[in-house]
């Protein structure tokens, strides 16, 4: 930590409370987001708490797991959620906690658990609120260029997905093909280029499976790649 960061309890920094219930047969349609002990859990129609908010996992293997939330939401007694960031950034309160290593801080019970007037009590270090602000700044921009990575492999994988349904499971482009539809028309509408469509037969023929395109055969995975067990590692230690 920075020198020049203040001392204080984690107390002074966040108040934090239990979340509530909400039984699955008790939740409704909506776009309010749900957050369990490990994060989002699913939707709602009505919220607990504003947003933007941070929930920590408070017991089993989720203890000291904290999420962010942007907007207003549900959080379920499965974790703690902070009700007052006293002034301090939420973001920079969900970096900060995270770095913490709260599931350290279990209350002493049989089942691990995070007790917030356990942790209320312990000593820490957060610079003031410009500080916090540039911090937030810098690593929430990270986040955001990953999140959005993310969701473009997510939108990227259902193209792919998408497209190998229609050209090697219904076989689009061998029916368009069959019916005498222009090949730019084609090429347009299914997407494979030219030289692509080229390869797909324009015909089908009977097999044991029904109609497939003509060319192809009906066979087994074993016919195309032999799978062998993988070999258990020793160390030389």
């Known amino acids: 930590m920075a020198?020049?960061?203040?001392?204080?309890?984690?107390?002074?920094?966040?108040?934090?409370?239990?979340?509530?219930?909400?039984?699955?047969?008790?939740?409704?349609?909506?776009?309010?987001?749900?957050?369990?002990?490990?994060?989002?859990?699913?939707?709602?129609?009505?919220?607990?708490?504003?947003?933007?908010?941070?929930?920590?996992?408070?017991?089993?293997?989720?203890?000291?797991?904290?999420?962010?939330?942007?907007?207003?939401?549900?959080?379920?007694?499965?974790?703690l959620y902070v009700t007052d960031f006293l002034g301090n950034n939420p973001r920079f309160c969900f970096y900060w906690l995270h770095h913490l290593n709260l599931a350290r801080y279990n209350s002493g019970s049989a089942q691990p658990s995070l007790n917030r007037n356990y942790i209320y009590g312990m000593s820490v270090s957060v610079p003031e609120p410009d500080e916090q602000h540039t911090i937030a700044h810098i690593l929430g921009t990270l986040d955001d260029k990953i999140e959005l990575?993310?969701?473009?492999?997510?939108?990227?994988?259902?193209?792919?997905?998408?497209?190998?349904?229609?050209?090697?499971?219904?076989?689009?482009?061998?029916?368009?093909?069959?019916?005498?539809?222009?090949?730019?028309?084609?090429?347009?509408?299914?997407?494979?280029?030219?030289?692509?469509?080229?390869?797909?037969?324009?015909?089908?023929?009977?097999?044991?499976?029904?109609k497939i395109p003509s060319g192809w055969q009906v066979g087994t995975l074993s016919d195309l790649v032999r799978f062998l067990s993988g070999y258990a590692f020793k160390s030389r230690d």
């Open 3 to 79: 020198k020049d960061w203040r001392q204080t309890t984690l107390g002074e920094v966040v108040r934090l409370q239990r979340g509530h219930d909400l039984p699955e047969q008790e939740r409704r349609e909506g776009t309010i987001p749900i957050m369990g002990s490990f994060g989002r859990t699913g939707w709602h129609d009505e919220a607990k708490a504003k947003g933007p908010g941070v929930t920590i996992g408070r017991s089993r293997a989720s203890i000291g797991v904290v999420s962010y939330v942007e907007k207003d939401y549900w959080p379920l007694n499965t974790s």
């Open 149 to 210: 990575n993310r969701r473009m492999n997510e939108t990227l994988e259902e193209i792919a997905q998408t497209i190998f349904k229609s050209w090697f499971v219904n076989f689009d482009p061998v029916r368009a093909k069959a019916s005498g539809e222009p090949t730019n028309s084609i090429c347009h509408r299914l997407g494979p280029t030219s030289d692509l469509l080229a390869l797909f037969p324009d015909s089908f023929k009977e097999s044991d499976l029904g």
